[in-house]
């Protein structure tokens, strides 16, 4: 066993020196005091860099067929009352969507910003006594109440009992309300008032959507959408003026949850418009994206970058719908974010490199200084001698 231990004891690489041939200087001491605090910030710098996380990132393409898409948005328009704002949606595969009112929320708003009333968009219409039937006739006691739909019926039996089913019949034909006096259900709901009391009112419209995940484009106009053969058309109720003011301020849009620490590029953002009609389009690059958190929680979401145009009417040869738009288009190539944290092993190792390097450093420098010092006085002795 003798042999064992001496045979290991040759292959000590760190020689022991008898401490009474040790020779200790004041620069030595100095070169050490200072090492000592450089490795200490070394090693609070290295630990700092091991405690945050690192976030990778990584590009592949997207492979996910079909899907679909979560819009939430709050945009503000101080210039169009909520009565006649109305949000569209549509895409390439011709899937189209009218007058959105399922999850949209409005805020009506004075010139001040200050809020007047919030109500959730929705379809409906207020019971009135003796309204005109189809027929021509007043509503009379124990009768069934069937509106006229003014020549919109697609059947003989159909009925209009509120002024948007009228519209909604409306739209199927490609037709437009010119003059909503004319007609009883707007009239007894009071539409007409509504939309004068609300003149110089702003509103603030906020929701979601889902729609398909295709390339497509949701819109806010002031008026009401309808489609006549392959055209996009606007009924502006005939009670709005000439002239449209669609400034705005896109207070939220994100396609999906929101991410952590990322902001999207049309928050906060506003625009103010300064010649009347024309659309405001902006179009959008949506990048889907995974995103993993340091405790392994994942959304799918998606970011997106955007170019914007102004179109105004007096450059319109076609006289487009006044509005703002969004066209929105999906990029094949999906992100992929994670946050980590350094491998621990990375981390000792990195310590062990500071401590011996900075060590090995001042070692050399030390024996630079001693034997510097030692040549300089045997110099001065050999002056004396």
């Known amino acids: 066993m003798d042999k064992v231990y001496n045979k290991i004891r040759i292959l000590d690489a760190y020689p022991k020196i008898n401490e009474d041939f040790y020779s200790r200087t004041f620069s030595g001491g100095v070169i050490t005091l200072v090492s000592s605090i450089f490795i200490f910030v070394l090693f609070f710098s290295e630990l700092r860099l091991y405690l945050h996380t690192v976030t990778n990132t990584k590009l592949v393409v997207d492979t996910s067929r079909g899907g679909k898409l979560h819009i939430n948005f709050d945009v503000t328009f101080p210039a169009v009352p909520c009565t006649l704002l109305s949000l569209d949606a549509m895409d390439i595969s011709g899937e189209q969507h009218l007058d959105i009112r399922h999850d949209i929320f409005k805020k009506r708003i004075d010139s001040h910003g200050n809020v007047i009333e919030v109500r ?7 019971k009135i006594e003796k309204p005109l039937q189809r027929h021509g006739g007043r509503l009379e006691h124990n009768e069934t109440y069937c509106g006229s739909c003014y020549g919109a019926e697609m059947s003989d039996d159909q009925c209009c009992n509120s002024c948007e089913e009228v519209r909604d019949a409306y739209q199927k034909r490609g037709w437009g309300m010119t003059n909503l006096e004319l007609i009883d259900q707007c009239k007894r709901e009071g539409f007409i008032q509504k939309v004068q009391d609300e003149m ?20 806010f106009v002031p008026g009401k959408s309808f489609h006549q053969s392959s055209f996009h058309l606007l009924d502006l109720l005939a009670l709005q003026t000439e002239s449209h003011n669609i400034s705005h301020k896109i207070n939220k849009l994100t396609f999906g949850d929101s991410i952590p620490r990322l902001v999207n590029p049309l928050d906060g953002v506003q625009w103010v418009q300064e010649t009347p009609n024309g659309a405001y389009q902006y179009f959008l690059k949506v990048v889907p994206t995974i995103y993993t958190d340091i405790r392994g929680r994942t959304i799918q979401s998606n970011q997106f970058s955007v170019t914007e145009h102004y179109k105004g009417a007096e450059a319109d040869r076609f006289r487009s719908i006044p509005g703002v738009f969004f066209f929105y288009d999906i990029n094949p190539i999906k992100v992929t974010v994670t946050e980590e944290h350094e491998p621990f092993l990375h981390f000792l190792t990195n310590i062990c490199a500071v401590v011996g390097g900075v060590f090995t450093v001042a070692g050399i420098v030390d024996s ?9 006085r045997k110099r001065k002795m050999g002056k004396f001698s």
Do not use: M, R, T, W
């Open 200 to 219: 110089g009112e702003g509103c603030n419209i906020h929701g979601s959507l889902e729609v398909n995940k295709v390339a497509g484009n949701f819109h």
């Open 368 to 376: 630079f200084v001693y034997h510097g010092q030692k040549a300089l």
């Open 120 to 126: 959730k968009d929705g379809i409906g219409a207020p």
